[in-house]
């Protein structure tokens, strides 16, 4: 069973120059932040990534802010993802906390969720209806995200996870569609295709990319 942190995982006082700001000063700061709603998000983005990193915990930005690090539009959703390890998650949450977030459990047992700077933050231990693994994030690479380096999932895995979410009650290709036209060149297409199998979702949507050229045609062997 995979475990998580709850609301009463205690505090062991904050290292040196990891606590974000008083309630007093984050507000000031959030006041500060621009309108638009991409830059905020890749504010909280920072912030919660500069944490992750000075205390070491293994991860992964994940979601659409990877997706622009990746060179993809500047069109973020309404939150920020992280992909983390499951058995890390409560050292996760006692680290934000002692930064001064809110982290909560929601009932979806796979994520940790945390407000940053008024943003949403998901925290999630689980992509593709499988745990994140060391190899999963292993494979992430290493990028500036609005000048703050981080490590950021790869393409592949991206295109992955996004694609193996698809089913029968949730299956929005249009979400995904622009994010496979700016990634394609940079997504092993053979390795998504083998990762989600014969699903039926994601092998329409391999059909919609192929009859708009976004990708290669496979042969009728291939199909066979």
Known sequence: MTQHADDDVARHGGAAGLRLA?????????????????????????QVGAILKREGHPFALAGSVAVYAHGGAQNLQHD?????????????AETLREA??????????????ADCMDQQVDLIFELAHQPVTRELLARADELSVDSVFMPVLSPTDLLHSLLSAFSEHHCDFGAVLPI??????????????????????????????????VIEPRSEGERS
């Open 80 to 92: 920020v993802d992280f992909a983390i390890l499951p058995e890390d998650a409560p050292r996760v």
């Open 22 to 46: 008083t309630r007093s000063a984050a507000d000031a700061l959030a006041a500060r932040l621009p309108v638009d709603r991409n830059q905020a998000i890749l504010e909280a983005a920072k």
């Open 180 to 213: 496979a036209r700016s990634l394609r060149e940079k997504v092993d297409w053979d390795a998504v295709r083998r990762g989600c199998g014969d699903a039926p979702m994601p092998d329409a949507f391999f059909y919609f990319l192929e009859r708009l050229e």
């Open 100 to 113: 001064g977030l809110e982290v909560r459990t929601p009932p979806e047992d796979w994520l940790l969720k």
